[in-house]
């Protein structure tokens, strides 16, 4: 009892509850939380709003019911989607209010995930998704980058990508580089977005009359049968073809261009069915390469046309998959439409995939090797000083050690992976280092001077400090010019040293001191 008045134990059981409540570990895991909502889907309509970045995983709303059937998992929530018909009426019951959704797709818009087991995010390597290095191809301002990360942001929420995380990074040349990583993403899907760059054009002839973007752009119907979706499939000699089309509207500017570039246009009569067209059509053209001609009606030479229906083809072995490519492609092409182009063109550096199965088994693994590499530190440290009053105090700190990383990882929102795992181990690696110096010069005996207690822990935390700033060095070039996992991995380590040379290792030289006193 005497020991738990000591300051510096006093420190490391406040930071350890003040750890436990930013972690907040969940034992009632029943029940589904929203994790995302996608732009301009159904829920959003709906008035379902996006979890903030500041609200915790743990105070996500939550799905208690739909249609009134009560809800314990995603099995049970899929299920009675499914079970609901199209253009039905689905009800929600959450924990902050009802929603009444129309079903216009087997998916509303919802990114749902099982509830929370704490407030420690898992990244990319531990849950599974897609990781992108990205490089402009030419040198570009800081200003210019945040707002391509701006831009890229918003093409991926419109498109319904959810748990994007898109940051900035450099090398150590100076190159300008954009890192994007997106949970649950596929690799194509990924590269389709934003390995290009997006740029829409409409053009009669020669002339561009409209862009992709909100200059031109007012309005693009997405989510709603009625506007947009597919129109025609039919079979081909290579498999199915399928036709999808969806409505938007322009601005008065582009209307009025389309009026200006049409009016001189000829009228000319299709012979086949007798309907008459202008002489030029309507080409779409997205990075340059044509995706649809459409014919225009000679009622509309020299009109101020605000509404076109913008159309495309879906293709596929099998009428399914054809739907499928048609509904993928129209998504594309709405999503550009809606946010523009990039401002400038891209390369990709590296593009890896980590599947959910394997981000699972890594978290596994790493849990299993982290314990049996401490348990293995402490039986070593008992084999050396032959003393239990050693070995588990230097147990506990570490393992202390490592619950206020994951305290500091919680409250400063940053998701774990495989780099920050290897930071935590590189910290308390280092910590075991530190804790041995202290172990030896507190209980080192036969010296030729008698130094007192506070003399031999100066002396230990001098090797500690230098230690430490050695560490620091070499750390914070990898954090302010690492490229991914080396950030990562600076970060962790950096924030893991710091927090075992001012709580964890003067708690454990307190411990030991007053353990090897009685």
């Known amino acids: 009892m005497k020991l738990l008045k000591k300051p510096r134990i006093i420190v490391l059981i406040f930071f350890l509850l003040a750890t436990l409540i930013a972690i907040n570990p969940q034992f009632d895991t029943e029940g589904v939380v929203i994790k995302s909502v996608h732009e301009n889907s159904e829920a959003d309509l709906a008035g379902i709003n996006n979890p903030s970045k500041d609200i915790a995983p743990t105070n996500y709303e939550k799905i208690e019911r739909v249609n009134g059937e009560k809800i314990t998992n995603l099995q049970e929530y899929s299920q009675l989607l499914q079970e609901t018909p199209l253009n039905e009426q689905v009800r929600l019951d959450t924990t902050l209010s009802t929603y009444t959704i129309i079903k216009n797709s087997d998916d509303l818009g919802l990114s749902i995930q099982n509830i929370p087991q704490s407030n420690i995010r898992l990244g990319l390597d531990l849950q599974g998704g897609t990781r992108v290095l990205l490089k402009p191809t030419e040198q570009i301002t800081e200003e210019q980058r945040d707002n391509l990360i701006e831009v890229m942001k918003a093409r991926l929420n419109t498109y319904g990508l959810s ?8 090398d150590l040349s100076g190159n300008k580089y954009v890192l994007v990583e997106i949970a649950g993403a596929t690799q194509q899907e990924v590269s389709d977005l934003i390995a290009s760059q997006g740029k829409f054009e409409a053009r009669i002839g020669n002339n561009t009359v409209f862009e992709g973007g909100e200059k031109d752009i007012t309005f693009v119907c997405k989510n709603d049968g009625t506007c947009a979706g597919i129109r025609d499939c039919v079979p081909t000699s290579d498999g199915y073809y399928c036709k999808f089309e969806f409505q938007i509207r322009l601005s008065n500017d582009a209307a009025q261009t389309h009026a200006d570039i049409t009016e001189n246009l000829e009228i000319i009569t299709d012979p086949t069915n007798g309907q008459q067209y202008l002489s030029e059509k309507l ?3 997205l990075d340059d390469t044509q995706v649809d001609s459409l014919n225009i009606g000679a009622d509309l030479r020299g009109s101020l046309a605000t509404s076109i229906v913008i159309s495309g083809p879906g293709i596929g072995l099998t009428q399914e998959e054809a739907v499928q490519d048609a509904l993928s492609q129209m998504n594309k092409l709405q999503t550009v439409l809606l946010t523009g182009s990039f401002p400038f ?20 693994n790493a849990i299993f090797a982290g314990l049996f590499a401490i348990l293995a530190v402490a039986v070593i440290i008992f084999v050396r000083y032959r003393k239990l009053k050693i070995a588990i105090p230097l147990l506990i700190t570490s393992i202390s050690e490592i619950i206020l990383i994951l305290g500091f990882a919680a409250v400063a929102k940053y998701n774990l992976d495989l780099a920050a795992i290897a930071g935590i181990i590189a910290a308390v690696g280092t910590g075991v280092d530190h804790q041995i110096i202290i172990i030896d010069e507190i209980i080192a005996k036969g010296s030729e001077f008698t130094y007192s207690w506070k003399q031999k822990l100066k002396r230990a935390f001098s090797i500690i400090m230098a230690a430490y700033l050695t560490t620091l060095a070499a750390m914070f070039p990898l954090f302010s010019a690492g490229a991914g996992l080396l950030r990562g991995f600076a970060l962790v380590t950096i924030v893991g040293v710091s927090i075992g040379v001012f709580i964890t290792r003067p708690a454990f030289a307190t411990i030991i001191e007053s353990l090897t006193q009685e």
Do not use: N
């Open 163 to 170: 748990d994007i995380e898109i940051r900035s990074s450099d």
């Open 345 to 364: 063109e891209l390369e990709v550096e590296k593009i890896d995939t980590i599947s959910p199965a394997l981000g699972s088994a890594f978290i596994q």
């Open 283 to 285: 080409d779409f053209y």
